[in-house]
């Protein structure tokens, strides 16, 4: 599986932006996407993440109510939409896959998903 995201950039705080995943490879085997962020210094974490088949949609706290994630079955594509930036959401976004399955309420760790994208860099300025 092969994962490449794309639609970062930079922006004004407030703004939004729009970031997708394209798949390839074995998608078959793919069953939840997930969307991590690792801004300098930090360690990566979990923003969103959505199983393949849609209904489970898990936010980490310090994005529910700006971001929303959705999947595009057909292609097992995830988008990650994001309102009202702020300068703190500054990282690097990667797009992460697994053949597990999400549940519960809290966004696995990173370690937890076996694909990943390169990352795409997301800046806001204030």
């Known amino acids: 599986v092969q994962l490449v995201e794309s639609g970062g950039g930079s922006v004004q705080a407030g703004g939004s932006l729009t970031l997708s995943c394209a798949a390839s490879?074995?998608?078959?085997?793919?069953?939840?996407m997930g969307w991590f962020r690792q801004a300098p210094g930090k360690e990566r974490e979990g923003v969103a993440g959505?199983?393949?088949?849609?209904?489970?949609?898990l936010y980490a706290d310090s994005v529910k109510g700006r971001a929303t994630i959705s999947n595009d079955n057909a292609k097992n594509t995830p988008y990650l939409h994001m309102d009202s930036l702020k300068p703190e959401d500054t990282a690097i976004y990667y797009c992460?896959?697994?053949?597990?399955?999400?549940?519960?309420?809290?966004?696995?760790?990173?370690?937890?998903?076996?694909?990943w994208g390169q990352g795409t860099q997301v800046t806001v300025s204030s």
């Open positions: 959505i199983n393949s088949g849609g209904g489970n949609t």
């Open positions: 490879g074995y998608i078959a085997s793919i069953n939840c």
């Open positions: 992460a896959a697994d053949s597990g399955l999400l549940y519960g309420q809290g966004i696995p760790a990173w370690s937890e998903f076996n694909y």
